[in-house]
């Protein structure tokens, strides 16, 4: 295709688009399943990391180290 047949008309609609919903899925079940893996895993480093930094408030250990 040219730069010319990209152009955009705003008089002529886009019917080269596809049609909605898409008929083969975008994503997998597995795939969806490692996200969801994923998000409980990130949940507990961020956790995690919450009662790391309130310990080392509590012990005075300072925040970076020069």
């Known amino acids: 295709m040219t730069n010319a047949a990209l152009a955009w008309h705003p008089e002529q609609p886009h019917n080269l688009l ?4 898409p008929s083969h899925e975008l994503e997998s079940r597995a795939v ?3 996200c969801i ?6 949940a507990e480093l ?6 790391f930094a309130n310990v ?6 300072p925040g970076k180290v020069s």
């Open 32 to 34: 969806l399943k490692a």
């Open 46 to 51: 961020k956790q995690t990391a919450e009662i």
């Open 56 to 61: 080392t408030k509590r012990l005075g250990c």
């Open 37 to 42: 893996e994923a998000r409980a895993a990130l």
């Open 18 to 21: 596809p049609l909605l919903p």
